[in-house]
């Protein structure tokens, strides 16, 4: 057992293969206060919505579009699957200066509402895993499980929000492929595919600058998660790739620690897109820990 820096125990974290899923009886902590809703209207966000079943809402990260959850859309057949794209994102409306995660994911529960979703699975790649987070800490009780991919618990710095901040205006000044060429160089394990990383790069150029700039303001601005995540009492998937040199072995422990009993798996060879640099190995896992899930 090792004990990650919130404190909870943890499995050892598995390689290629999930732990077994184990429930735990609620911390007796309640949820802390935390601020989810911001104070702009939600927008009707652009979605695929395929399947049958329990629902599971699949969220893409920056910057990116729900097309990054195709092989998923295709592997989950027992469950209905909803990616929608982000605001700012994708086929979604574009709202630009900033925009928090707390909005995003306001906007994501409007979509939910619309379609009388009572309930749901939530599972997030990199700043979608910060949307779950503040999903999360909404309404607690409207999850059934938790996936948390490539993503970070780390609280937020002064260095990191100048980062933020600067990157933000290069986006708006130069438009997306300064960033895109930046991240392109990093998003990947060591042999990835041509058609992939050429799949990629096209995604992250026709993203807007203009919304893609005001989510990464609003990622500046985000709270401390760590709390939230404490209190949860639903099982969770957290998944990385261990050549991800934005959600390091570091950070994946961090954010696992601050979880009970999560599934952790590690997949060699892999980036910070597990679901697309290994769909096959990534799909049978998340599958594995949905059905041990499901209430």
Not at 165 to 182: D, F, I, K, N
Request: glycine share 8%; aromatic share 6%; net charge negative.
């Amino acid at each position: 057992m090792w004990r990650g820096r919130c404190g909870n125990k943890l499995s050892e974290i598995t390689r290629f293969s999930a732990s077994p899923f184990v429930r735990l009886d609620p911390f007796n902590a309640r949820m802390p206060p935390h601020v989810t809703i911001g104070p702009m209207a939600p927008v009707d966000l652009a979605h695929d919505d395929t399947g049958d079943g329990p629902v599971v809402v699949l969220i893409h990260g920056h910057p990116f579009n729900r097309g990054m959850w195709a092989p998923q859309l295709a592997a989950l057949r027992d469950f209905r699957v909803i990616a929608p794209d982000l605001r700012g994102y994708g086929d979604s409306p574009v709202t630009p200066g900033t925009v928090t995660m707390a909005q995003l994911a306001a906007d994501v529960g409007h979509l939910l509402d619309r379609k009388d979703v009572a309930s749901a699975a939530l599972a997030g790649l990199s700043m979608g895993g910060l949307v779950v987070m503040e999903l999360a800490a909404a309404q607690p009780e409207r999850w059934w499980a938790y996936g948390f991919i490539a993503t970070t618990a780390q609280r937020l710095t002064g260095e990191e929000r100048a980062a933020r901040l600067a990157s933000a205006r290069t986006m708006e000044e130069q438009g997306m492929r300064p960033v895109a060429e930046q991240m392109a160089a990093r998003l990947f394990g060591p042999e990835p595919s041509a058609e992939l990383t050429q799949h990629i790069m096209a995604m992250m150029l026709a993203t807007s600058p203009a919304g893609a700039a005001a989510a990464v303001r609003g990622r500046a601005e985000r709270p401390d998660y760590q709390p939230v995540l404490n209190s949860l009492t639903a099982p969770a998937l957290v998944c990385a790739g261990d050549h991800d040199s934005y959600s390091t072995a570091e950070i994946t422990a961090e954010l696992a620690g601050c979880l009970r009993a999560p599934e952790v798996v590690i997949l060699d060879g892999v980036g910070h897109l597990p679901n697309l640099e290994r769909p096959d190995d990534f799909n049978e896992h998340l599958l594995g820990f949905l059905s041990r899930a499901l209430p």
